[in-house]
């Protein structure tokens, strides 16, 4: 029996990876906050790539639904989407609003009560920046940055971001006039450095903002500003 399958989600992020340049790839999310990723051929993309647009929600039908695997994986979903020559998809209306986050406890990350074959989203005050790791030699001249970001029960984590992210961090960071900066990454990988768990890029998916604007972000920084003043 033959399934057509159809759906409507927003498009939360498109990127191609450098292993797989000809292969376009999408986290997509539907009303409720649920994601699932899909896979986009070099022989579809040409048609239908300016209509892939992050923040769209768009309408997809007649695509193929395969079990997502591999060691890492961007969303909990078992199965992800993959296009093939009867698909189709146009732009639809908001279905929902929303930032589009689903951030996790520092504690939860510290304590190994997050699985590390699954991004996360992260949101915390960027409180340190370094170039490089000063105890591993290896780390020099590789153009590797650390941020170390701090929620508002004061625990930290650190975040290494690979070459790729490095001018864009920097020109995030320059665009940022205030000295509260609020930085979210999202997508962003679990690893264990020295028997600490940190936070780094995956592929070229994390997303990474400063002092975006939206409510949580607001939030945190009203929070941090309060207890710098000393209020409540």
């Not at 930290?156 to 920097?170: F, M, P, W």
């Not at 450095?193 to 009203?222: D, K």
Request: net charge neutral; hydrophobic share 40%; aromatic share 10%.
């Amino acid at each position: 029996m033959h399934v057509r399958y159809v759906v409507k989600l927003k498009i939360l992020r498109r990127y191609r990876c450098p292993s797989s340049l000809d292969t376009l790839q999408l986290v997509l999310s539907d009303d409720t906050g649920d994601r699932i990723q899909a896979t986009i051929g070099e022989g579809y993309v040409a048609n239908i790539s300016s209509r892939l647009i992050e923040g769209r929600w768009i309408f997809i039908k007649d695509f193929d639904l395969v079990n997502a695997v591999g060691s890492f994986r961007l969303t909990l979903h078992d199965y992800k989407i993959c296009w093939k020559l009867e698909t189709s998809c146009w732009k639809i209306g908001p279905l929902a609003s929303g930032d589009d986050f689903g951030f996790v406890q520092f504690e939860d990350i510290i304590g190994g009560f997050r699985d590390p074959n699954f991004s996360v989203d992260l949101i915390g005050r960027l409180v340190s920046i370094i170039d490089f790791d000063h105890s591993d030699p290896g780390d020099y001249g590789c153009q590797q940055l650390y941020l170390e970001l701090e929620n508002e029960a004061s625990t930290r984590i650190r975040c290494r971001l690979s070459r790729a992210y490095y001018q864009k961090c920097l020109e995030g960071l320059r665009n940022c006039n205030d000295h509260i900066i609020i930085c979210v990454m999202q997508f962003a990988k679990l690893e264990l450095s020295r028997g600490i768990v940190q936070a780094t890029t995956a592929c070229t998916c994390t997303q990474l903002l400063f002092n975006p604007m939206f409510n949580e972000v607001s939030r945190m920084r009203a929070v941090f500003a309060a207890s710098e003043y000393g209020t409540s």
